[in-house]
């Protein structure tokens, strides 16, 4: 007989934010259970303790020890586990919660900024075999000292995914504050569409290109490891979205992402030396040759400090701007077409980039809202018409 | 030539109860450093941190899952812990914290009330000859399954204990509320002095007969290692009490310690098999066979309950009364004076009970308030005049 399907579902710090809720949580783990299925639950510290604890922390020392702060951090998840397990069990589940090294999760030795190296699944799989639920906590793990580390930003998501690789589990839930992947974010524009399926290609360009709703580093690891991934609301029954390596999940057009708060400087360096100097302080920027000595590159707005102490006075802000990306698969086609309808906008498009599944384009900041309607409008919900006016345009 | 001397100083909730209190405590401890010592730090979680997270657990379930619970309750001396080691960071030196299982501390299984029974102090050892300051979890350690467990009360002081008999310490010092082991409970007898030294013999029947100063499973430990332990203020300079083995630290009379709200009752039952009853159900009691089928017994007032499921409608309060225990080598000898001095006065004692280094007597507890500080005065404060006193008394 085929063994139970095997879901990892991970919840994050606003699902396990209070009593009540991580009731809520205890029902839906135990109405998957219900269905036949093992489940391992990851979940966040609750919702607004990693800052209580980083709170503390930083009325120690303005920097803190970072070995120690991955000691302080780790016990905000090891606190919402055991009260999981708890609910678990007075709601009448076999129900045991694992801390990062009781669950055999090993990373590298980097604190604060961990990446998971290796799980050894034997002892999950040994209580999921005695019909235990197993709470996992997020974003944490041992090193080779066997000292404490924690993962870094979107740690939870990223132990839930490797959890799910490690163990070969059918399907990584991600229980989140939206009921799944969008065309655009909602609360950008109110029109966007959720998914029921996408692709791993394009969930890995949306993820690059500023949506926020998964992790860029869990959907790679996912993709990497072949699980399937689905994004849930935590709040509301329903599919969300399925990411997956299903080929129909692939289509034209998918979405569109917007990354704001950015700047477009030119720099008086050749392009090498540039790239060279960037690498060097590790930083990555959107480059681009305008000259032999000089160079336009786009950066985050919070990194121009950094910025600053490597290119002193050779760098010279131009603009502040917008990287607003299409995703899909011939989107590389389409892109003189969004070119023109956006000219047609009187909106300025000052560079573009195309990669395989995604064109990215580089507008004025105040520009991103009406763009970004646009596009959304006519290469998103209207691809039809699009697709006529495209052949008009060409012809 | 010989090693560093080695010290371990165990911090309770108050002294680690705010940053400030914090810092005051990594002073104390960089002080010792300074010195020269070898240091190994146990620290319990901050005052209201057990509290706030029972609280939690309670809002789940009034009787939570006691693997849970103590997952729960470890997280925080894991705050705790961290934050002191942040703090001798800060200040410039090498500091480690370790939870349970990275400190080598083994258990008996029974989750919330854990005994320890094995210590594996070879990583701390490694950790003391790099030149750091190890900052230990109290209270917590892992059983053979690793999971983690918890001490139940007194647990941090059984932790500093344990491991400086583990790491053969040359002293284990305990920072508390009060500066020392005084002769009686300050708070009762203002009188009472401060002891320089007291034995273990004594200070196991102190704790043993209501002294709250030290938990008796920690003096109990610590005799059993032979590791000298200090009563220490963790707010005041000063030398504290020492207990040790050296036998000029026994003296006459050490001390007075008083337990109250006991109750005495009259059981209509053979005393053996009123002590067969009170064996099944794990219950101690000061037992007296008043007539072949009728038995004297002394109970505290909260095993009353319990007591009467037991025992039901055989069971027939007497008093509530308390019982005044007298401390030193040769106070079997006094016995007589002792109850003559307290007749003088009034004082009804229902019963006395003698064995080495120990004389209890019963009394009822309106009284306890004068009989203690006519003990006090008449055998620790004038223990000269009590000799002339006790051979007219004879003569």
């Given at each position: 007989?085929?063994?139970n ?16 809720r ?76 694992l ?21 050894d699944?034997?002892?999950?799989q ?36 490797a ?38 290609d ?14 860029l ?6 993709r990497?490891?072949r ?9 509301e029954?329903?599919?969300?979205t ?26 008086d ?79 300025r ?10 064109l ?36």
């Amino acid at each position: 007989m085929a063994r139970n399907s095997l879901i990892v579902q991970k919840f994050g710090g606003t699902s396990v934010g209070s009593i009540e809720r991580i009731q809520a949580v205890a029902e839906r783990v135990i109405k998957a259970k219900e269905e036949g299925k093992q489940l391992v639950v990851v979940v966040s510290a609750m919702s607004g303790e990693t800052n209580r604890l980083l709170g503390l922390a930083q009325q120690v020392d303005a920097v803190p020890a970072e070995r120690e702060l991955d000691v302080l951090l780790s016990a905000g998840e090891q606190v919402s586990m055991a009260l999981l397990a708890m609910m678990l069990n007075r709601l009448g589940h076999k129900a045991i919660s694992l801390t990062g090294w009781q669950a055999g999760i090993k990373t590298s030795c980097q604190h604060n900024d961990a990446k998971i190296t290796d799980i050894d699944p034997s002892y999950i799989q040994q209580l999921l075999e005695q019909d235990q639920i197993v709470i996992v906590a997020g974003f944490q793990g041992i090193n080779d000292e066997r000292d404490i580390t924690t993962l870094g930003r979107g740690g939870s998501d990223t132990t839930a995914v490797a959890l799910a690789g490690a163990l070969r589990a059918d399907e990584c839930q991600i229980f989140t504050d939206v009921d799944g992947v969008y065309t655009c974010d909602p609360r950008l524009v109110p029109q966007a569409r959720r998914l029921d399926v996408v692709h791993f290609d394009d969930m890995t360009s949306m993820a690059r290109n500023g949506a926020k709703v998964l992790q860029l580093q869990s959907v790679e690891y996912a993709r990497q490891h072949r699980v399937p991934l689905r994004v849930l609301s935590s709040f509301e029954e329903g599919k969300g979205t399925l990411v997956s390596f299903d080929s129909s999940a692939a289509a034209n057009v998918v979405g569109v992402a917007l990354k704001n708060q950015q700047t477009l400087l030119d720099v008086d360096m050749p392009l090498p030396e540039l790239q060279e100097q960037l690498n060097l302080f590790g930083m990555q920027c959107w480059c681009k040759a305008v000259a032999a000595d000089s160079t336009q590159i786009v950066t985050a707005n919070e990194d121009l400090a950094r910025l600053k102490l490597v290119l002193g006075n050779k760098m010279h802000p131009i603009a502040t701007v917008s990287t607003l990306s299409v995703i899909g698969e011939d989107v590389s086609d389409l892109a003189d077409n969004i070119c023109a309808v956006l000219a047609e906008a009187g909106i300025r498009v000052r560079q573009n980039k195309r990669s395989t599944h995604c064109l990215s384009l580089l507008i004025n900041e105040d520009d991103h809202q009406l763009a970004v309607d646009i596009v959304h409008k006519r290469f998103v919900v209207e691809p039809e018409s699009l697709d006529n006016r495209s052949l008009l345009a060409v012809s």
